[in-house]
């Protein structure tokens, strides 16, 4: 069975930094898109950042780039999310997700991780 776990969200002072991983199990992430999505109560969920199949092209929501990176290690079967100089508003359930199209859209994926929290305050 298909299945994704997130880790490494926590509680961090503005300007820190945390490390979120996503393994995948049931599956190998050769053959997926990857996507890192984020959601607040009372908003749908945000695309944070993505990348291509065959480590291609990457995607990161304006808000993120040059503080978060995306990468992937194909040998763990695991993605990653970088995430330096946080600010509050990051502070969010953070997703990752696995679909053979991804994209910056939640469509183009179809497993989910049940998401992790992070809460960037002082």
């Known amino acids: 069975q298909a299945h994704l776990a997130e880790s490494g969200g926590g509680l961090v002072q503005p300007g820190g930094s945390l490390r979120l991983a996503c393994a995948a199990s049931?599956?190998?992430?050769?053959?997926?898109?990857i996507g890192w999505f984020r959601q607040v109560p009372g908003k749908g969920l945000e695309g944070v950042s993505s990348i291509s199949k065959s480590d291609g092209p990457t995607y990161y929501i304006d808000s993120v780039k040059g503080r978060f990176t995306i990468s992937r290690d194909n040998n763990r079967n695991t993605v990653y999310l970088q995430m330096n100089n946080l600010k509050p508003e990051d502070t969010a359930v953070y997703s990752c997700a696995i679909g053979l199209y991804g994209g910056e859209h939640p469509s183009g994926y179809d497993y989910w991780g049940q998401g992790t929290q992070v809460t960037v305050s002082s």
């Open positions: 049931g599956f190998s992430l050769d053959y997926y898109a």
